[in-house]
């Protein structure tokens, strides 16, 4: 990647509330504060690095409105309200030149169904493939080697990146960013036991994904048995997610890597679900739960809960069993002490007793 | 979706033993009980929704044979042996109508090699790609963007969806629905540790898939390191399932999302794998064997046999496990507590023990 | 798969040190000892297997160096180093006559731009995609369906398969083998919580993917924030594995299906984590750690350690406590057990205690 700033652009982009120091470096890299040098812009993104910043060889520093210190000689402090999100407005506009929005226009090599509605100002790039009915709006851009089937819908801006599958009547909204290998609207997995086989259960519903919505790379969606598989406005997706049939997500929920979601599951609004959690089918995760890497959930979890582990249970003793856990085989021994200690006793007891212990 | 059914027409269709009131609406949706709306069929798929017969707007409602109630005015009840299958029929119908079967042919953006045997009954979608040697069977469908390797085998009727890869040599039954993005034919992990390096074993052997299966998407499918990976007639995969090099699969099995299973495993017949569950190497499960979700199968499972858990244990045990392990915390404070009874009592006691007891 | 092999070729395909009996047959087939017939090539991998040398039908059996028995008639034992190895080195020929290096040449179905650079030597098949500024390099061959981004590199003699995507600046090392559907180079999963919603944080960084390094089917590596998102010379990785932003993952690693490593995790080298293990983001596994499959790594692991479980222990404490865990019914009875005896002790002794014993 290859980029240029000058301070004073990174003091517009950044909107730095204050300049402290001077730097007539130009900006070509950015790196982690230990890792800078000369040239390059660095961030104090989490307090803990703190220490960090008085060595730091870079020579452009985001840092908090609130920092003490003093840059070094030919070194530029910009103080600006949330260093990482300076930070992110300084990659948005590098990606800008990385990336430029491509001239709008379909690839003579794409092949588009008669019945296809393309924008003017979108992009349809080579070898995608955009069947009867599709509808690609404005400013989209299909990359490359994309399948758009019969009255699938891609909203304004959206960007869908190489390989992606969008099926038949799917919708996808506005700004969205499908990465490659994503598949919007694989069939539901659903079967009728009869007569020793699995009939299949044609699933004739479609997915709504909503405006503003990331998904990561080879992650999959189902399209509802009928009605709709949705997922909400803002909701970012990482890679090889599955969410299945009739699952309805909420708005701004985050789903790490791996996650699975089973069929008629419902998450509320800014729902986190850790790495490779997975949650079973027909339950209700309440607004703003939270659940662990890792975690299995198997019953509906309330709104601002926090659970974990597997079978999942609230966030707190989840972390206390698993202290106790590492302590069992201590544990067992003390058991095996108490035992002998009450075997003795009983021998001292005058009259002994008629309990029973059990073999140990 | 956009379809349209008359009463008569879904009389005929669910194959109804009796029909109780009668609706003149056109039926154009399909929804729950409960959110079903004037126009729409419905179903009683689960005993426990009973109570929402009584009170849904559906026009048609598919019900058990023994259902005891009375339509509302305008309403149709069609009572059938088993209303999700009767469902599961009317959709096949409006699947039908939604993706007819396309037209036989091969699209001129196709690039079909010289050697491929290409059936004039099949359609080969647009920027397919189909080596030599390669075989497509009667009324078979690449939808597009399919790569279909040298030697490779589709059987009669099987669609195989944007995206699919079938590798060379490897064989696909009939009646098979590959979903996007499915991969059959990738290498088998497998490396000789020579030297400091993991020298590559050649995995030279084929994927068999059977008759009837379904495999969701992005799903992989490891080539045997020689000989075979196989997976049996009738069996359904969902997505991103990863099968390992020279596993054996066995008819009508049922493996959720994100399963793995590892190298040289075997399922029986009508296994169950619930979804993230994970199943070692070079083990057996018998005949009808079930898998909780999640769980981790590092030996062998008895036909018929319910495991669950990680490592896996039988159901009930670890549904006891699971209960016991809440109560952790209480169990550490009760041994505790006994530890300090017994301290008291032995200072009581004239003579004391010899016995220590391990530090708490 | 169609091969023929004298006992004479495979004498010197394996380096064989010794020479037992001798077989007229033409080899055509690689069978396990128990299930091998005339006309195969079998061996002994596993010294468990030793009893089915005496028994087995295959005509040319690999056996390790010091083996002591004699072959049957018309058998020919093979002694060399390593068994596996020298099947190996057999299979290393069979693959290269199932897929012999396709000549040289731009398929014309491919788009390349006019800024590529694609070697003479390379082979771009059919419906690639090659943007400008990237670079493929000798005897490097894209199979079909690829996306190389702009500014791309692939190195000499790199394999990538059907539907394979690499975005833009990243790095691909020589002699690399990526599997159908890999993506390298989808967007760091990153984002800043601002006013209620989550704001993109552009992942500008790279990806670079070590010489001799192979991935499987569907795996996903995200392009690092900044900076670069690296696997280490020589790594294996197996299907369906996601690696995040930032990761770096040393040399001769490892990684089987459906791992999962978060962002800014560092890997040493000769790291191997099993089967859906995961990593949680910003830890170090030191030189040669091992992770059991299925395992969550929530702290850092030492050079050679070999932990497991969820979270991580030390190996043979998770062990331990797998067996313990089986044993808590048991465990909660005798502790049952010792309280009603302490209680009745209690009632015994003259002056009784003052403890009080919790509710059980």
């Given at each position: 990647m290859q980029f240029e700033f000058s301070a004073a652009e990174l003091t517009e982009i950044t909107g730095a509330r204050e300049r402290r120091g001077a730097s007539d470096e130009r900006i070509r890299g950015i790196a982690a504060l230990a890792e800078a040098k000369a040239g390059d812009l660095s961030f104090l993104g989490n307090p803990r690095y703190k220490a960090e910043v008085a060595a730091t060889k870079a020579s452009v520093v985001l840092l908090p409105a609130d920092h003490a210190g003093q840059p070094a000689a030919g070194q530029l402090f910009l103080l600006v309200d949330n260093p990482s999100v300076a930070l992110a407005r300084v990659c948005a506009r590098i990606e800008q030149r990385l990336w430029p929005r491509p001239a709008p226009g379909i690839h003579p090599s794409a092949v588009i169904s008669p019945g296809a509605r393309v924008a003017a100002s979108a992009t349809v790039g080579p070898l995608c493939v955009v069947e009867s009915g599709a509808v690609v709006g404005e400013?989209?851009?299909?990359?490359?080697?994309i399948f758009l089937g019969h009255g699938a819908l891609v909203g304004d801006e959206s960007w869908l990146m190489p390989g992606v599958v969008v099926t038949a009547e799917c919708v996808v909204g506005r700004r969205v960013r499908l990465h490659p290998g994503v598949v919007v609207g694989?069939?539901?997995?659903g079967y009728e036991f009869v007569a020793g086989r699995h009939e299949k259960v044609p699933q004739v519903g479609n997915v709504e994904v909503g405006d503003d919505v990331e998904i990561g790379a080879n992650s999959t969606l189902d399209r509802a048995r009928f009605g709709r598989t949705t997922v909400g406005e803002g909701t970012k997706i990482d890679n090889l997610v599955q969410v299945a049939h009739n699952v309805r997500i909420g708005r701004h929920c985050i789903l790490c890597a791996h996650v699975g979601i089973s069929g008629s599951t419902s998450l509320g609004d800014y729902v986190v679900l850790g790495g490779q959690a997975g949650v079973a089918g027909h339950i209700n995760l309440g607004r703003g739960a939270k659940v662990g890497g890792g975690a299995a959930v198997t019953a509906d979890v309330d709104a601002g809960a926090f659970v974990n582990g597997s079978p999942a249970l609230p966030y707190m003793l989840e972390r206390r069993i698993a202290v106790l856990r590492e302590r069992l085989p201590d544990l067992f021994r003390r058991v095996d002490a108490l035992e002998a200690v009450i075997a003795d006793l009983k021998k001292l007891s005058p009259e002994g007793t008629d309990r029973k212990m059990p073999a140990p």
């Open positions: 400013r989209a851009h299909l990359q490359a080697q694989s069939d539901g997995f």
